[in-house]
Nanobody
Framework: QVQLAESGGGLVQAGGSLGLSCAAS????????MGWHRQAPGKQRELLAQ???????YYADSVKGRFTISRDNTKNTVYLQMDSLKPEDTAVYYC???????????WGQGTQVTVSS
């Protein structure tokens, strides 16, 4: 069991930057992977970025080159740095933890990111 709490969402203009944080209630190295997802109204939730226990990263094509996932294991925190934001990035952003098999079973409450044009 783990509790995840996102923070850092807000309103930003197109082309701007925003940083999100995900604080976990226990060691994030106990999970196979940590990931950031987003869900826009009427859309399915999508995986944006992932970092594995071994430090390998994955990015969805829609955010590759603009978003960066990182972690601080001593602080039990995962970060998502978002640069060159676009209006289509507007969504609720979620932090999640995976125990393996590509399944994310633990989720935060989400934080709203709104990008204005």
């Amino acid at each position: 069991q783990v509790q995840l709490a996102e923070s850092g969402g807000g309103l930003v203009q197109a082309g701007g930057s925003l940083g999100l944080s995900c604080a976990a209630s226990r060691s994030i190295v106990s999970f196979n992977a940590m990931g950031w997802h987003r869900q826009a109204p009427g859309k399915q939730r999508e995986l944006l970025a992932q970092i594995t226990r071994g430090g390998n990263t994955y990015y969805a094509d829609s955010v590759k080159g603009r978003f960066t996932i990182s972690r601080d294991n001593t602080k039990n925190t995962v970060y998502l740095q978002m640069d060159s934001l676009k209006p289509e990035d507007t969504a609720v952003y979620y932090c999640a933890a995976s125990g393996g098999l590509g399944i994310y079973g633990y989720w935060g409450q989400g934080t709203q990111v709104t990008v204005s044009s």
